[in-house]
């Protein structure tokens, strides 16, 4: 799995934990999942936020991937935990 437009489906409304750890993602990109409350993308390629924020995760879990910056992540309002060791960090404004 390269992305994450399979998850835009009204079909899995009701989805409250989404574990896509070990695949190949490159870009988190915006996802339709209202009941997501916890997402893991660990150990993927993803090297940047394209996402505009997500209104109900509270736990997102994004380490080994080849992140720099976390730009996005500020608005997610319900955000509780944010799990990013072992990445490219070099900015972490928008936290």
Request: with cysteine.
């Amino acid at each position: 799995m390269q992305n994450l437009d399979t998850f835009n489906n009204e079909k899995l409304e009701y989805l409250q934990f989404l574990n896509l750890s070990s695949n190949k993602i490159k870009v988190l990109s915006s996802i339709v999942l209202p009941s997501l409350k916890r997402l893991n993308l660990s150990e993927n390629e993803i090297a940047e936020i394209t996402w505009k924020g997500h209104n109900y995760i509270e736990i997102l879990e994004l380490r080994k991937n080849k992140l720099r910056k976390l730009k996005g992540i500020q608005k997610m309002k319900n955000l509780k935990q944010l799990y990013v060791c072992e990445n490219e960090l070099t900015d972490i404004r928008g936290l």
